[in-house]
Structures are given as structure tokens and as C-alpha cells.
């Protein structure tokens, strides 16, 4: 970049870095976020990092889950945001959570929930014969709506007659955005070995809940004959996850609803050598969105150094990728994949290292 332009951008207070908003949160997302924080200063990306303190200390103290105006704020002063995790066993109610990173999806409308699913390395997969070639696919979760809008209620609590009702929200509008949004990942994103994405499968219970699956399987077919250059596949979520564990190398791109794409995206962690390994990002498109490893808080290892910091650093190369700045990604990734080969990792998945020796090994890798 030249001086003068430089210059230029400093004295009209424009920066030419990416604003990233961090909430590492609780338990091991504040363990594993530093070294996703490590790997993107490495790589030497024009970020800017500001971060926020809002998890269970933090409501533990002054009863603060979301700041006023909070969401309103990181969409508008930031450019993306880097999550860890929320959940604390001091706070049982998990309200914290709820409101901060289940409210950030609904309120910030980060409809879709982009999990993909790579086997780095064959020695990971729990899988008899399968090799890092066979598992490179991407489940698209809703992300706004289904049983997570917290839409029902109890009647006659505590009573031998009690009543708990939790309403499935499936709008049109809601399924047909992220059933787009899968064909259209389908149509930019190649596989891994650089060819083309060919296949989209709709998951879904509509054999039982055939007010929600009608809806779906509508929108759907109707979606899909817009996108003929793609197979469209279905197949019930109770079928589907017998056949990811049987031959996970038949899928390639995956649509399905907010409770079972939270389902299915856990086994499909298992697949990459669990859930240390697995990143995501919420995304609406043009809006800043949110990216976070697929993982909880891990209560019992948090605190430790044991925890894997491969799902936080791959998370945060989709981040650079969602922002433009591919090659920095791909040092990234090339990196954990190193980190892989060579065995500098964490115990869940083989290696001997603790969560900052494992980061510093991936980050002085992206530098060199
Ligand atoms: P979890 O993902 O925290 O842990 C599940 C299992 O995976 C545990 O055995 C844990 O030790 C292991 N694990 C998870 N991440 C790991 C890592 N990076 N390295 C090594 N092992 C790892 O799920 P949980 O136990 O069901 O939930 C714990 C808390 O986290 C709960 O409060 C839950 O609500 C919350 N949670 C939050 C998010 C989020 O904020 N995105 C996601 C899932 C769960
Ligand atoms: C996830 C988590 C969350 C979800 C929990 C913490 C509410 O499991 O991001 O996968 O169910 O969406
Ligand atoms: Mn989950």
C-alpha cells in the first residue's frame, strides 16, 4: 500500500484494517481463542481486535448478559465477529448464554449456521478405511428459527397435569433464504480437491412433522429446480446419521433446520477427530457475521491447557476467508494441517502438546 494513501486514510480516520469484535466468553473459549488470535496476528492480516468481556463472569458480577445496544453496536463498528463459547456451571439457567449467543444469531438475523466438515488427516477419523479424501462436506444449519425460538409454555407447572409446550417456527421466508443460501455455497465453494460441488441434500423428520417437512420439502423442490446443475438429494435426519457414520463420503453439501443441524454437525465433528476440530461461521450475507468453533465452554478441561485450539484457529481462517483475505487463510490452514502431520497437538486428538504450545507451534509455522 502506498504512503500516501496511508496517509491519506489517516487523516480522514479511515482504517484500513478489518475491525474484529472478540468474545472469547467462558470455560475453554477463553483458552482457545487467544491462539486463533495468535494465528491471525502471524499470518500478519490487517485486523484490529477489540474485545468484550460478556460471558458468565461478567454477569456474575453485574447481571450484564448484552450490553444495551450491544448487537446493534458490533454490527455496526465491526467488520466481524470471533466467539468462543458461552456456558458456566455457575449459572444454571445458561440465561447468559441464551441471550448473548442464541440472541446474537436471531437478533443480528445470522441465518445461516455454515458448518464444514474436513477430515485433515485419516489418522482423526474414528472410521475403518476412511481416508482425509473421503469427508469434505458442509452442513448449512438455520440459524434464526425451528424449536430454538423458545416459543410455548407450561401449563399447570409442578403438577401431576403439567403441560410444556415448545413450538417448531418454520417461515416460508426462513427456509427458503437458507435453502438458497446451500445452492448458492454449492455453486461457489469447490471441494477441497478443486472440483465442483454437485450434490445438495435437504435432511429433514417430514415422515413426522409433516407440518414443518411439507414447508420444507416445498421450498426445497422449488429451489432446486432453479439449480438443475445439482442433485437434489433428501434424506430423514434418523436415516442420515446411520449413513454419516456407514459412508460419510457420499455428502457434499447438507440443509437442514436449526435443532438438527446443531445434531448432526456433532457427529460430523466426530468424523474430523471430534469436536476440537470443527469450525463454523453464522453468516448473513453482507452483514457482519459471527464465526465460532462448533464447540461448547467444556466445563471439566476448561482452565487446564488441554483443550484443542484447532477448531478456534481453523474458525478464525474462515473469518480471513469470509473477509477477503484468502491467502491468509490458506497459510493458516496449511499450518494446522502441518501441526497435523507432525503430531504437535493436543491429547484429545493424539499429541502430547497443551493448548498455548499447540497455538505457538501453528503460529510460528503461519510466520515462518
Ligand atoms: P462441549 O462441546 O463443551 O463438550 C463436549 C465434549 O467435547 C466434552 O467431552 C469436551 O471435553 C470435549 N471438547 C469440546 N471442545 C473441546 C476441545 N476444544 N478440545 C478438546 N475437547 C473438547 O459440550 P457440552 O459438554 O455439551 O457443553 C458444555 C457447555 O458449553 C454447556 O453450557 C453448553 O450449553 C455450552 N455450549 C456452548 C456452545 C457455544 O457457545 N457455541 C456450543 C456447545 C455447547
Ligand atoms: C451450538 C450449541 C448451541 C446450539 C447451544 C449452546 C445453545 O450447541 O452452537 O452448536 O444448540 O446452537
Ligand atoms: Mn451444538
Known amino acids: 500500500m502506498g504512503r500516501a494513501r496511508t496517509r491519506l486514510c489517516y487523516l480522514f480516520g479511515v482504517s484500513l484494517k478489518k475491525k474484529i469484535a472478540i468474545l472469547p466468553g467462558d470455560g475453554i473459549g477463553k483458552e482457545v481463542i487467544p491462539q486463533a488470535i495468535r494465528a491471525l496476528e502471524a499470518v500478519g492480516a490487517p485486523l484490529e481486535f477489540t474485545s468484550f468481556d460478556w460471558g458468565a463472569d461478567r454477569y456474575l458480577t453485574d447481571k450484564t448478559t448484552v450490553p444495551p445496544d450491544g448487537f446493534a453496536m458490533l454490527g455496526r463498528d465491526f467488520d466481524a465477529i470471533l466467539l ?51 469427508i469434505d462436506f458442509v452442513v448449512v444449519r438455520e440459524n434464526t428459527e425451528g424449536v430454538y425460538g423458545d416459543v410455548g409454555g407450561v401449563f399447570k407447572k409442578g403438577t401431576a397435569d403439567e403441560v410444556a409446550i415448545q413450538e417448531d417456527i418454520n417461515t416460508r421466508k426462513g427456509v427458503e433464504r437458507v435453502v438458497r443460501y446451500a445452492f448458492e455455497y454449492a455453486a461457489n465453494h469447490l471441494r477441497l480437491d478443486g472440483s465442483p460441488r454437485q450434490n445438495v441434500l435437504m435432511c429433514d423428520k417430514s415422515n413426522a412433522m409433516t407440518h414443518a417437512g411439507g414447508l420444507w420439502q416445498r421450498v426445497f423442490k422449488q429451489v432446486g429446480s432453479e439449480h438443475p446443475q445439482f442433485k437434489c438429494e433428501h434424506m430423514y435426519v434418523d436415516a442420515l446419521c446411520m449413513q454419516m457414520v456407514r459412508d460419510p463420503r457420499q455428502f457434499d453439501v447438507i440443509v437442514t433446520n436449526n435443532m438438527f443441524g446443531d445434531i448432526i454437525t456433532d457427529l460430523a465433528a466426530g468424523l474430523q477427530g471430534g469436536l476440537g476440530m470443527a469450525a463454523s461461521g453464522n453468516i448473513h450475507p453482507g452483514k457482519t457475521s459471527m464465526f465460532e468453533p462448533v464447540h461448547g465452554s467444556a466445563p471439566p478441561i476448561a482452565g487446564k491447557n488441554i483443550a484443542n485450539p484447532f477448531g478456534a484457529i481453523l474458525t478464525a481462517a474462515m473469518m480471513l476467508r469470509h473477509l477477503g483475505l484468502g491467502a491468509e487463510a490458506e497459510k493458516i490452514e496449511a499450518a494446522v494441517l502441518a501441526a497435523l502431520l507432525a503430531k504437535k497437538t493436543t491429547v484429545d486428538i493424539g ?17 515462518a
Request: aromatic share 4%; proline share 6%; with cysteine.
Open 84 to 134: 468462543g463459547a458461552f456456558g458456566d456451571p455457575r449459572v444454571p439457567t445458561n440465561i447468559h448464554a441464551k441471550e448473548i449467543l442464541l440472541g446474537m444469531r436471531v437478533e443480528m438475523d445470522l441465518y445461516a449456521n455454515v458448518r464444514p466438515v474436513r477430515l485433515l488427516d485419516g489418522r482423526l477419523c474414528p472410521l475403518k478405511g476412511v481416508e482425509a479424501k473421503d
Open 351 to 367: 499429541g502430547t502438546l497443551g493448548t498455548r504450545e499447540a497455538g505457538e507451534w501453528v503460529a510460528q509455522r503461519v510466520g
